[in-house]
């Protein structure tokens, strides 16, 4: 494959809602696309960073730089030309390996490559990455809401549109009292689950056991992304499973935690790990352990929620993952949209990704392009 260059693209995207975190409130999401431009077809790759290093270091003007000042350079170089040719995607993340971090970065630029080379041979993400399923339980992440009745609206909203489970946002002072209410009015039935978000300390370990009498699936990296050990004792403390998502970034992270016993469950996000290659040796490696993992969200557009619902059905991925309709978060999403049906997200079948951005609907949202020439 020879890749004749990439453009870097910020796309600004207003939310339908405000969406609240322990770590802030986002209504409206700046993302960096890139597309990589081959001699046999084009493909695109959506960064997950934040405009802000408030979910990880990483922010949108931070993963452009790093691409633009030594992550594209060495994918143009003689090195890196050779080694696509000669492997496509998968020569990526050894290419890029010797740069610390930006795996947001690094996962944009190798979904860009990959989602090309899938295109030009007809082959469809879901079939590369082992997808067992052609369609996926969805999952609705509910942001922090100013009052109790705004969220049980909020929730009750979700249900009827046939979400499959509900993850609610929680922070100290909104924790038992939202989750005891959504179980009071929804009933014991409705898959659960809270996500912290790592607002709380091993301190609150007395506190958060009192969330084991709500039967929820998991509580969701309770403790500081680096506080692997913290996670380990709270797990020691708690009858409700723990889920990482911040603290796992390789699989190699994912198998420390595993062995110290930090989590029981694993929330997948190809691009806080580096890229969908990397997801999919979390997911193995997650198999071989019986540790469950499902896929995680970054308010995607339908270009990253397309490559989503392709890994979240492959084997492993036994919990309904943050993959809701594109109208969770927008009006109207640049590619065709994702809707919920009976529960779930059809996974695409098309080549590669399976959906490309429409043009005009790009341009509406498009804040700058840059073309980088290989
Ligand atoms: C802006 S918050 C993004 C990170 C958050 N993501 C979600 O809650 C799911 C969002 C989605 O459905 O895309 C998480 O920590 O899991
Ligand atoms: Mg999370």
Same mark, same amino acid.
């Given at each position: 494959?020879?890749?004749?260059?990439?453009?870097?693209?910020?796309?600004?995207?207003?939310?339908?809602?405000?969406?609240?975190?322990?770590?802030?409130?986002?209504?409206?999401?700046?993302?960096?696309?890139?597309?990589?431009?081959?001699?046999?077809?084009?493909?695109?790759?959506?960064?997950?960073? @934040? *405009?802000? !290093?408030?979910?990880?270091?990483?922010? =949108?003007? +931070?993963? &452009?730089?790093?691409?633009?000042?030594? $992550?594209? %350079?060495? @994918? *143009?170089? !003689?090195?890196?030309?050779?080694?696509? =040719?000669? +492997?496509? &995607?998968?020569?990526?993340?050894?290419? $890029?390996? %010797?740069?610390?971090?930006?795996?947001?970065?690094?996962?944009?630029?190798?979904?860009?490559?990959?989602?090309?080379?899938?295109?030009?041979?007809?082959?469809?993400?879901?079939?590369?990455?082992?997808?067992?399923?052609?369609?996926?339980?969805?999952?609705?992440?509910?942001?922090?809401?100013?009052?109790?009745?705004?969220?049980?609206?909020?929730?009750?909203?979700?249900?009827?549109?046939?979400?499959?489970?509900?993850?609610?946002?929680?922070?100290?002072?909104?924790?038992?009292?939202?989750?005891?209410?959504?179980?009071?009015?929804?009933?014991?039935?409705?898959?659960?689950?809270?996500?912290?978000?790592?607002?709380?300390?091993?301190?609150?370990?007395?506190?958060?056991?009192?969330?084991?009498?709500?039967?929820?699936?998991?509580?969701?990296?309770?403790?500081?992304?680096?506080?692997?050990?913290?996670?380990?004792?709270?797990?020691?403390?708690?009858?409700?499973?723990?889920?990482?998502?911040?603290?796992?970034?390789?699989?190699?992270?994912?198998?420390?935690?595993?062995?110290?016993?930090?989590?029981?469950?694993?929330?997948?996000?190809?691009?806080?790990?580096?890229?969908?290659?990397?997801?999919?040796?979390?997911?193995?490696?997650?198999?071989?352990?019986?540790?469950?993992?499902?896929?995680?969200?970054?308010?995607?557009?339908?270009?990253?929620?397309?490559?989503?619902?392709?890994?979240?059905?492959?084997?492993?991925?036994?919990?309904?993952?943050?993959?809701?309709?594109?109208?969770?978060?927008?009006?109207?999403?640049?590619?065709?949209?994702?809707?919920?049906?009976?529960?779930?997200?059809?996974?695409?079948?098309?080549?590669?990704?399976?959906?490309?951005?429409?043009?005009?609907?790009?341009?509406?949202?498009?804040?700058?392009?840059?073309?980088?020439?290989?």
């Amino acid at each position: 494959m020879k890749l004749r260059g990439i453009e870097m693209r910020r796309i600004s995207m207003p939310l339908v809602s405000p969406f609240r975190t322990s770590f802030g409130t986002q209504t409206g999401r700046d993302i960096l696309l890139l597309k990589a431009v081959t001699d046999d077809a084009e493909g695109w790759g959506e960064c997950v960073a @934040l *405009a802000d !290093p408030l979910y990880s270091s990483e922010y =949108a003007d +931070s993963q &452009a730089d790093v691409l633009r000042r030594w $992550l594209f %350079p060495k @994918l *143009a170089s !003689p090195e890196g030309r050779e080694a696509i =040719a000669r +492997s496509g &995607a998968a020569a990526v993340a050894g290419l $890029l390996h %010797p740069f610390k971090g930006h795996r947001m970065a690094k996962a944009a630029a190798e979904m860009a490559i990959l989602d090309a080379e899938l295109r030009a041979i007809g082959r469809s993400f879901g079939r590369e990455l082992g997808a067992v399923a052609d369609r996926v339980p969805s999952g609705v992440s509910v942001g922090i809401h100013d009052t109790v009745p705004q969220l049980l609206a909020a929730v009750g909203e979700y249900l009827d549109a046939g979400y499959a489970r509900i993850k609610l946002k929680i922070e100290p002072g909104w924790d038992l009292v939202p989750v005891a209410a959504v179980r009071e009015r929804f009933g014991a039935e409705v898959p659960l689950q809270v996500d912290a978000n790592t607002a709380y300390t091993l301190r609150d370990a007395r506190h958060l056991a009192k969330l084991d009498e709500f039967d929820l699936l998991l509580i969701e990296q309770p403790l500081e992304e680096e506080d692997v050990l913290g996670h380990a004792a709270l797990a020691r403390r708690l009858a409700t499973p723990i889920c990482l998502d911040e603290s796992i970034v390789s699989a190699q992270t994912a198998a420390a935690a595993i062995a110290l016993g930090a989590c029981q469950i694993i929330n997948i996000k190809p691009g806080r790990v580096g890229g969908y290659l990397e997801a999919r040796r979390i997911h193995d490696l997650a198999a071989a352990h019986g540790v469950a993992v499902w896929c995680g969200g970054m308010l995607e557009t339908g270009i990253g929620r397309a490559a989503n619902a392709a890994l979240a059905a492959l084997p492993g991925f036994t919990l309904p993952g943050d993959i809701s309709a594109s109208g969770r978060f927008y009006r109207t999403d640049i590619t065709e949209p994702f809707v919920i049906k009976d529960g779930h997200i059809a996974v695409p079948t098309g080549p590669g990704l399976g959906v490309t951005p429409i043009p005009e609907l790009l341009d509406t949202v498009t804040t700058s392009t840059e073309w980088i020439a290989f």
